[in-house]
């Protein structure tokens, strides 16, 4: 196994067989990338629900790429998350659901494109990071720095590449927080709206569209309580306190933002994905393409 491998399936506390996962998923679609990139900062859009696993693909194929010789920087959409302070003015003028981060609108897409933008210049480029923990943005100083121009950018996140649904099919509620919070539509034909404008000229730089597809929305939440279970157990070993993460309860109703686009990404990206792999109920890749 190659050491880098060996030090990253530790420390991310991964099961023993990633390695063949990897080895059969990532360095296939490392030579895909590196057969269509072209030019400086090539987009690889990598979309995939909750806790499905695409930091950690995201990562191996970053470091396969990099030992092919090519320069990598990491974007994730969770980090463009508009500050604490800007979702809560959303949520004054909007809609009250906004001032929860997650569906499209409540991302600084502006800072998205001009980060994509300078990582095919020159020069030292910040990127974005978002605390979770603190549910906002994290300061400039905590940003990580990437020299420009870099071959490929790793753009992942939920909702990367996703697209608008016909007006109609925002009629009928998708679930309870739809139904008893966003009785007139109004949050979520919002999202719907942004993604028709600002997140499609954000989408359209990405060169090559990769989606990870679960058997099903109704794993993910199983999936998301689990992340937020490490995350507690991790932040009480380092003494930084488990409340901080979200309870089971919490999750669930987290999730709910984030099902109707969810579903319809599910139903429709397969069609015009470049590379589509698919999860069983365990995450584990088992079709790669």
């Keep these: 196994m190659d050491d880098w491998l060996s030090r990253f399936i530790a420390t991310e506390r991964l099961p023993a067989d990633f390695a063949d996962m990897a080895r059969a998923v990532c360095a296939p679609l490392a030579e895909t990338v590196l057969a269509r990139r ?65 569906v499209p609108g409540t991302h600084d897409v502006a800072l998205g494109e001009a980060v994509l933008e300078a990582l095919k210049g020159r020069g030292e480029v910040a990127l974005p990071r978002f605390d979770k923990a603190c549910d906002d943005r994290a300061p400039l100083a905590d940003w990580p720095v990437a020299a420009a121009p870099v071959d490929v950018v790793l753009f992942e996140g939920w909702c990367v590449g996703a697209t608008p649904e016909p007006p109609e099919a925002l009629a009928r509620p998708i679930n309870a927080l739809e139904r008893d919070e966003d009785p007139d539509g109004a949050w979520r034909g919002f999202a719907n709206a942004a993604l028709a404008g600002p997140y499609r000229r954000l989408f359209a730089r990405i060169g090559l569209f990769v989606l990870l597809r679960p058997p099903g929305f109704e794993v993910v939440l199983g999936w998301r309580q689990e992340q937020e279970r490490k995350l507690r157990e991790r932040l009480a070993r380092e003494g930084a306190g488990a409340g901080r993460a979200m309870s089971d309860v919490e999750v669930a109703r987290f999730i709910a933002h984030y099902e109707r686009i969810t579903r319809h990404i599910l139903a429709e990206a397969p069609a015009r994905a470049d590379v589509t792999i698919a999860l069983d109920a365990q995450r584990r890749m088992i079709a790669p393409y």
């Excluded at 809560?88 to 009250?96: N, S």
Aim: aromatic share 4%; glycine share 12%.
């Design 38 to 102: 072209f030019g400086p900062g090539f987009v690889v859009g990598i979309c995939g629900p909750q806790a499905s696993g695409k930091s950690t693909l995201t990562a191996v194929l970053a470091a396969m790429l990099r030992a092919r010789g090519l320069t990598a920087a990491v974007l994730s959409i969770d980090d463009l998350y508009l500050t604490r302070a800007g979702r809560q003015v959303l949520a004054a003028e909007v809609h009250p659901l906004l001032a929860t981060r997650g």
